[in-house]
């Protein structure tokens, strides 16, 4: 029986610090590796392919669609909605109203979708999109990639960046924007001193990412205990994820954060804003909160007592363990193998 091929359609790695890259990245190498038995991976090429996914919803892609797919099936990848873009730029009313029905055009030309978390399956729905040919199916992070370093290692790399090597420290990935909850994180350090915050990731938008300018004002003058080391090519993350005691997000909006599993697999602490999204996908592999009063008391509690810290830390490993490579290749193995067989021979 003869391959069937799968043509990986993205421009997710031309803009640096985007979540959407790493899982480009991560579900690329992930399929072209565990199933390459039954499915021949191809990238971006001019080719109809039996299945034509896309990760990104470029015009071009859209223009050149029904051509391409013409033999075969499309599949969309959804990264984003209109409400997580709300919050991500600082665009013109009418501009945005645009991108937005547009993007929803794309997912509805799709003949499969696939989302990250269950949550947006009923917003998709809300949208007019066909509930019928959305799938859920996770993001993953290779443990090859992303893992734990020795103490040694730790006192090393905190050295490398400049991290006092005795602070309790608390480290947040994410690009430098409103909704990723830039300003609560501040607070948060103002409120204790005593403990190091650090933030990797930048403006990946430039000055068209919601509040630059007040942002922009805190980069240039952070508090003493704020470290800011901008965006960091995803080749270092791991150093990165292994400065901090604590992975802190206290995002408004997201999807399902590759941080997240980025963190787990270095098996420290996760804690987030309580979002609805979370449950669904995280069960209690986290702890949350919801304002900065709530923030404040739960790293206090994850820096003062180590039994409570100690069992947030397991959390996180059986968060990573969940999240296994073997578990979603089974998912994709599955997703695709059904799109191959509506194909019309």
């Not at 997201?254 to 963190?263: G, N």
């Amino acid at each position: 029986m003869s391959k069937t091929t799968i043509n990986m359609m993205s421009s997710a790695t031309s803009v640096k610090g985007q979540g959407v890259g790493s899982a480009y990245i991560e579900q690329v190498g992930l399929v072209s590796s565990e199933l390459s038995d039954k499915f021949e991976v191809t990238i971006n090429k001019r080719i109809k392919a039996d299945i034509t996914h896309y990760h990104t919803i470029n015009l071009g892609y859209y223009l050149s669609m029904k051509s391409r797919t013409s033999r075969g099936k499309s599949v969309g990848y959804v990264h984003m909605l209109p409400e997580t873009v709300e919050t991500s730029v600082n665009l013109p009313r009418f501009m945005k109203q645009i991108f937005y029905k547009y993007m929803i055009s794309f997912y509805k030309r799709m003949d499969y979708l696939v989302t990250v978390n269950p949550y947006f399956i009923g917003r998709l729905a809300h949208y007019g999109v066909d509930k019928s040919k959305v799938t859920y199916i996770p993001n993953f992070v290779s443990s090859e990639v992303f893992h734990p370093v020795s103490s040694e290692d730790k006192l090393k790399l905190r050295e490398k960046y400049g991290i006092d090597k005795d602070k309790f420290t608390v480290i947040c990935a994410g690009q430098l924007q409103v909704r990723k909850g830039v300003f609560d994180f501040i607070e948060v350090a103002k409120r204790m001193p005593d403990v190091q915050f650090v933030w990797a990731g930048g403006f990946s938008f430039g000055k068209i990412s919601d509040g630059y300018g007040e942002i922009k004002k805190i980069c240039d003058d952070p508090p003493a205990n704020v470290k800011l080391l901008g965006i960091i090519d995803r080749e270092y993350m791991n150093e990165v994820y292994n400065l901090g005691d604590v992975m802190f997000l206290p995002s408004f909006e997201e999807l399902f954060p590759m941080t997240i599993l980025e963190a787990m697999c270095v098996n420290i602490p996760v804690f987030l804003r309580g979002l609805d999204i979370y449950p669904d996908i995280l069960f209690d592999f986290y702890s949350k909160a919801d304002d900065v009063d709530g923030f404040v008391k739960e790293l206090d509690r994850l820096h003062n007592d180590k039994e409570y810290y100690a069992q947030q830390c397991e959390a996180s490993r059986r968060g990573n363990q969940f999240y296994s490579r073997e578990h979603v290749t089974k998912m994709w193995d599955e997703f695709y193998s059904m799109v191959r067989d509506s194909i019309k021979k």
